[in-house]
C-alpha cells in the first residue's frame, strides 16, 4: 500500500510532502539519497514523541545519518539517543520526501 500527502508546519511555513509505504525490507532505498531518518516509535500502544529544544517542539525520535551508517543502525541510534529507549520490534514503515 502508498499513501501519498502532504502538509505544511505551522511553526515555519515548510511543505512536507509525506510518502508512506509498507516495505518488507529496506533493500528498495539503499541507494536513495536519503539523509535523515525518523521513527514512528510505540511503547504499550502509546505513540513516543521526544522534546526538541532547539525547536522548542515535541517530534518523532530522528535525526541525520553518519556516514557508513545504515538505515537500521540510523533508527537505532536515534531512537535510543533521543529516548533513551531500546527498540524490541522495529520494521520501517514511513519515508519522508521532503523536496
Known sequence: MIINSSFISRKTGLIWNIKYEELDSFDSIRNLPIQAVGALCFYNDKL??????????????????????????????????????CMMNKALRLIYDNK
Not at 529544544?53 to 545504515?70: F, I, L, N, V
Open 48 to 85: 513516543v514523541v521526544v522534546h526538541a529544544p532547539k525547536k522548542d517542539s515535541w517530534e518523532m525520535p530522528g535525526g541525520g545519518r553518519e556516514a557508513g551508517e545504515t538505515f537500521e543502525e540510523c533508527i537505532i541510534r536515534e531512537i535510543q539517543e533521543e529516548s533513551n529507549d
